[in-house]
């Protein structure tokens, strides 16, 4: 089973649910996910919490995998996840454990694949992606300003709907931080050596 640790109500859902979407469009349809492990982002940074909650989630029945996703703010993903492999690789004592910080918000991921969700959840026709999404501070803003008739983006609501349906192929390029979330789930399902 894979535990996604994860910093929001929202994640808490989204997460298992494109980690299962990203598994079964490989063709791989026998890992268990469970649902997201909650976390307060700025707690977990600090010295002794990941370790606690990499140990704490290794506890989970079954639990033979981790990915760590957490918003990088103003945080550099590259720096940070770095620094949080580190410190996390040690508490999971040998259990695959990969770690993604979306630059900036997970958002920005539906932004650099906004035109696949033209006419969904309120996103306007004629929504057209920025240059470099994940550079928006503020995407939820972003997101609330490209929909329709005064509809506000509702992270606990949006994010699991879109998450199943924007086209993560076509984002990708536009996004360095959801390649390597779609890298980390490809490697841990090496790692458990499930080829589809």
Known sequence: MIVPIVEGHAERESIPVFVRRLLNDQGV??????????????????????????????????????????????????????????????????HPLGVVLAKKELEAWFIAGIESLRGQRGIRDDATCPADPESIQGAKGWLTQHMEGGRTYVEVDDQPALITIFDYVTAAPRSRSLRKFLAEVTSLRHALAVEP
């Open 29 to 94: 349809h026998n890992i268990p996910v469970r649902s997201g492990f909650r976390v307060h982002r700025d707690k977990v940074v600090k010295p002794g919490e990941l370790e606690r909650t990499v140990e704490t989630a290794l506890s989970e029945a079954n639990a033979r995998a981790l990915i760590l996703i957490l918003d990088a703010d103003d945080d550099c993903p590259a720096t940070l996840g770095a620094t949080l492999l580190g410190r996390g690789v040690v508490s999971a004592a040998g």
